[in-house]
C-alpha cells in the first residue's frame, strides 16, 4: 500500500492507456487541430481487508500539428501489485511522424521503447516508416489501413546480447460516430516476421467512446494480444477489459 501516493500523483500528471507489446498510437482525437493537443487519463483500483491489491494504468500523448504534418508523443504505462507484491509492470513510450501527401495518402515515420519485466522484455526497440491509406474519412466515419516495415531489436531474460529482426506492421483502423457524443472505435495490429511469416504479433482493440463533457470522455472497452513466440514461461494470448475517463486539451 506504500505505492498508493505516488500512483496517484502519477495519474494526476499522466492517458487512459491500455498497452502490451503492441501500443495503440492510431487513436486521434476528432477534435484535434493546428497547434498544440494532447489527452490524459487512466485507471485506478485498489482493495484491501484479506488481500490487498492496487491497479494503475496511466499515461498521456502530445499532438503538434502544423500544415499537412503531426508529430505525436505517447507514453503510457501499466502497474499492479497484490499484498505488497509486484506482479505486473509496463511501460512504453512512442515518437511518430505523420505527413499527409493528399486527401488520401499519408506517411509514417515511428521510433518505439519498451520495458516490460513481467514478459520477461528488458528492451525493446522499434523503428519504422511506411505508407497509410484512409478508404473512408468522413466526419461520421473511417476505415484506415497500412503498412510499416520495421526494425526490431529484443533484449530479453536469459539472453546476453539483443536480437535484431524485421517486421511487416500492418494495421487496420474502423471509427463510426453513432451519435452527436458517442462513437464505436475499433483497431487491430498484425505484425509477421519477414523471415518467418507464421511468426506474428497481434493486437485488436474494440472501444466505446462517449463525450460527457467537451473536454471529458468516458471510455469502455476490450483488448487482446497474441504472440506466436512469447518468451519461456509466458503465455501466447493476453486479453483486458477496462473503464476509465480520459480529458483532452
Known amino acids: 500500500?506504500?505505492?498508493?501516493?505516488?500512483?496517484?500523483?502519477?495519474?494526476?500528471?499522466?492517458?487512459?492507456?491500455?498497452?502490451?507489446?503492441?501500443?495503440?498510437?492510431?487513436?486521434?482525437?476528432?477534435?484535434?487541430?493546428?497547434?498544440?493537443?494532447?489527452?490524459?487519463?487512466?485507471?485506478?483500483?485498489?482493495?484491501?481487508?484479506?488481500?490487498?491489491?492496487?491497479?494503475l494504468e496511466a499515461g498521456g500523448r502530445l499532438d503538434w500539428v502544423v500544415g499537412s504534418q503531426r508529430l505525436r508523443l505517447q507514453v503510457t504505462g501499466n502497474y499492479e501489485e497484490t499484498s505488497g507484491v509486484e506482479t505486473e509492470r509496463n511501460i512504453v513510450g512512442h515518437l511518430r511522424h505523420n505527413r499527409r501527401l493528399n486527401d488520401q495518402w499519408s506517411s509514417i515515420l515511428f521510433a518505439q521503447i519498451q520495458h516490460n519485466p513481467f514478459q520477461h522484455l528488458k528492451r525493446r526497440w522499434l523503428l519504422g516508416a511506411g505508407p497509410r491509406y484512409d478508404m473512408v474519412r468522413t466526419?461520421?466515419?473511417?476505415?484506415?489501413?497500412?503498412?510499416?516495415?520495421?526494425?526490431?531489436?529484443?533484449?530479453?531474460?536469459?539472453?546476453?546480447?539483443?536480437?535484431?529482426?524485421?517486421?511487416?506492421?500492418?494495421?487496420?483502423?474502423?471509427?463510426?460516430?453513432?451519435?452527436?457524443?458517442?462513437?464505436?472505435?475499433?483497431?487491430?495490429?498484425?505484425?509477421?516476421?519477414?523471415?518467418?511469416?507464421?511468426?506474428?504479433?497481434?493486437?485488436?482493440?474494440?472501444?466505446?467512446?462517449?463525450?460527457?463533457?467537451?473536454?471529458?470522455?468516458?471510455?469502455t472497452g476490450y483488448a487482446v494480444e497474441y504472440n506466436s513466440e512469447p518468451p519461456e514461461g509466458v503465455q501466447d494470448t493476453d486479453w483486458s477489459t477496462y473503464l476509465g475517463l480520459t480529458y483532452g486539451f
Not at 7 to 33: D, F, M, Q, R, Y
Not at 174 to 189: A, D, P, V
Not at 202 to 210: E, N, P, R, S, Y
Request: aromatic fraction near 6%; include cysteine; proline fraction near 4%.
Open 139 to 219: 466526419e461520421q466515419d473511417l476505415v484506415a489501413l497500412g503498412a510499416t516495415p520495421m526494425l526490431e531489436i529484443e533484449l530479453v531474460d536469459g539472453r546476453e546480447e539483443s536480437l535484431s529482426r524485421g517486421r511487416l506492421s500492418t494495421f487496420l483502423q474502423l471509427s463510426r460516430r453513432l451519435s452527436s457524443t458517442t462513437r464505436l472505435t475499433g483497431t487491430g495490429f498484425y505484425q509477421p516476421l519477414f523471415a518467418d511469416f507464421s511468426s506474428v504479433r497481434a493486437v485488436g482493440d474494440l472501444a466505446l467512446v462517449v463525450d460527457v463533457t467537451g473536454a471529458l470522455e468516458l471510455k
Open 1 to 55: 500500500m506504500r505505492f498508493i501516493l505516488p500512483l496517484l500523483l502519477a495519474l494526476c500528471l499522466t492517458t487512459i492507456a491500455h498497452a502490451g507489446v503492441i501500443l495503440n498510437t492510431l487513436e486521434a482525437s476528432p477534435k484535434a487541430g493546428p497547434g498544440l493537443s494532447g489527452r490524459i487519463g487512466g485507471l485506478f483500483s485498489a482493495k484491501g481487508g484479506n488481500s490487498e491489491e492496487v491497479s
